[in-house]
Each structure stands twice: as C-alpha cells, then as structure tokens.
C-alpha cells in the first residue's frame, strides 16, 4: 500500500479538504487530491509511522530472514540490516542454535554464518513511500481509522478522535480475528 494513498484517505475521510477550500482562494476540483501544507504533511507522516509501528509491534509484526556472520559468538544488533524488536531463531547448516540475547545482541555458542529469523522495526514512512505488510494482513481501511485517529489526537479533537480510535480498534481486531482463525480449527458443529 502506498503511504500517499492513505494519507489522501485519512483527508478526505477527515474531511480536510473542505477546511483547506475556506481558508484559499479557489476550492479543489473533487478528482484532484487536496494539497496539504508542509506542516500537515509532516503531521500526517508523524501519524502513519505510529500507526504502523503500533500495528507492527502489537498485533501482525514483520519479519525477515537474513544470513549474518557470528564473530567471536557474538552478533551484534548494529550488524543487522533492519533494527530487530525479537528475535524467533538462529539457524546454522538447518540445525537451531541456542542463544541469550544481551543489550547489544546475541550470544551464541558457535561462529561463521547463520540464518536468523526476527521481527524488526518499521522504516519511517515517506509520502512516496509504501507499506512493508505484503501478504494482505493489514488493509488500507485499517491503516487509515488509525491515522484519522492520530490525526484527530493531535489536533485535539477529543470526539472525533475517540470515534475513529474505536473504529481502528475494531478493524484491527477482525483482522486479527480472520487472521487468527485460518490457523485454528474449525468452530465445533452439532448434528442431529
């Protein structure tokens, strides 16, 4: 998802485009997308990256695989390219390795190259920029209740803010819940 589209979402959604033609000139055409002022687009990013840091270290985080270099066994969390949030598993050759996590990284037992699995964190978001979430967890819909919800927190509209809060919550909360649920089994059926 492209962090241009959500943020003209949040807009319009916000309704901040009729704002904007009463203190200019001339209103924008309704195909044209409003125009923010710096400071509101700076505002709006500020918002995607929290929503998305939210979304990435509470309820659907990203996660990659990298192959690094153990040096002494010790791997260093600078020598990640992406910063890491947790780490799930250290591989060398297939075979999982056992390790502590320490403030700087990981202790493991072995050198030479290994495999290791781990969450990290979102890069900050960039108007030209797009989300990292590729396989359909996290939808634009909910990207936007968060963002309107930000939005509204900042600029301190307690109401309206709540209103979009609880819709955020519970768009999260179904994709979580559909999510959730092509793992588990079925629901239970009685038959006569």
């Known amino acids: 998802m492209k962090i241009k589209n959500i943020i003209e979402s949040a807009v319009k959604l916000l309704n901040l485009s009729a704002a904007e033609a009463e203190n200019s000139e001339c209103a924008p055409q309704d195909n044209e997308p409003p125009k923010l002022s710096e400071s509101e687009e700076k505002l709006m990013l500020k918002c995607v990256d929290f929503v998305i840091d939210d979304i ?23 020598d990640f390219p992406r910063t890491p949030t947790a780490v799930a598993s250290v591989k060398k050759d297939g075979k999982a390795l056992n390790f502590s996590r320490r403030f700087d990284g990981l202790q493991l037992g072995e050198d030479g190259n290994v495999t290791v699995q781990y969450a990290f964190k979102p890069a900050a978001a960039a108007v030209d920029g797009e989300t990292e979430w590729t396989d359909g967890c996290v939808s634009e819909r909910i990207l936007v209740y968060g963002v309107a919800a930000e939005y509204c927190i900042a600029a301190g509209l307690d109401a309206d803010a709540e209103m979009w809060d609880k819709r955020y919550r519970d768009a999260l909360q179904r994709a979580v819940i559909k999510y959730l649920s092509g793992k588990s089994t079925p629901k239970r059926r009685w038959f006569k």
């Open 56 to 78: 990435a270290s509470d309820y659907f985080p990203l996660i990659r695989e990298d192959e690094l270099f153990v040096r002494n066994g010790r791997l260093f969390f600078k």
